[in-house]
């Protein structure tokens, strides 16, 4: 009898599974963050900006609330995937470049911001809080970009030394 627990003792004469894993080097996660992010961002301020219009006051409002989650929130969580995928061999996984938690975490964003579209949109504060994370994301990007670019050309330098140590980053 063959249980499906088994399964695994049939990897061996299944096709080399390696070669259809998107592998890519470290300069390539390196670039994906703040690409990621940065679209994301763009997204969210659009659309809360279409929403929204000219409302001054809600969007200084989204604009201090972004800048604070940027600070107090995303750049800790940012210097902890580009620590992350400095430690990663070339030809990682594309996907790893965040860990399973956190994709999921996305999809759950995801399917929240789906919900809250539907039920309350347009709405200013739901336009508020579109802006405020789109900006947050693009500031954070931003930034991520500028510690990936340090990162890039000290990665091969200094491949086995932990760059977190690093004051500047």
Request: charged share 15%; with cysteine; glycine share 8%.
């Amino acid at each position: 009898v063959f249980a499906p627990c088994h399964f695994y003792l049939l990897i061996p004469l299944l096709p080399d599974h390696a070669r259809f894993k998107p592998g890519v080097p470290r300069r390539v996660h390196l670039f994906v963050v703040p690409f990621l992010w940065t679209l994301a961002g763009l997204v969210l301020m659009l659309r809360g900006w279409h929403w929204l219009g000219p409302r001054p006051g809600f969007l200084l409002v989204a604009l201090l609330a972004g800048t604070l989650k940027s600070l107090l929130l995303l750049d800790r969580i940012s210097r902890r995937y580009l620590h992350r995928i400095a430690l990663f061999d070339d030809n990682t996984c594309l996907g790893a470049v965040y860990p399973w938690k956190s994709w999921l975490l996305v999809l759950a964003m995801i399917a929240m911001g789906v919900v809250a579209r539907h039920l309350w949109a347009p709405n200013p504060v739901l336009a508020t809080l579109y802006l405020a994370i789109g900006w947050s994301l693009l500031v954070c990007s931003g930034r991520l970009g500028e510690t990936r670019t340090k990162l890039h050309g000290s990665i091969g330098a200094r491949a086995h030394q932990p760059w977190s140590t690093d004051p500047q980053l």
